[in-house]
């Protein structure tokens, strides 16, 4: 995600694209130890976005 469309979301929807990002995160780890994936590239892109919408988030809450 682009940081123009983090900042137009709302807290909650920060919130609830976080745990949907975390999970994706998640299961795209976890397939990529069993069998690498074609483009571990997507690790370290999805690894970012967390961090946008964490870095966000704080930003929204304060």
């Given at each position: 995600m682009k940081i123009a469309d983090i900042k137009n979301l709302s807290a909650g929807d920060i919130q609830n694209k976080l745990t949907e990002v975390k999970a994706d995160f998640n299961k795209l780890k976890m397939s990529h130890s069993i069998s690498?994936?074609?483009?571990?590239?997507?690790?370290?892109?999805?690894?970012?976005?967390?961090?946008?919408?964490?870095?966000?988030?704080?930003?929204?809450?304060?």
């Open positions: 690498p994936i074609e483009n571990p590239i997507q690790i370290r892109d999805m690894r970012k976005t967390i961090a946008r919408l964490e870095t966000e988030l704080t930003l929204k809450q304060q």
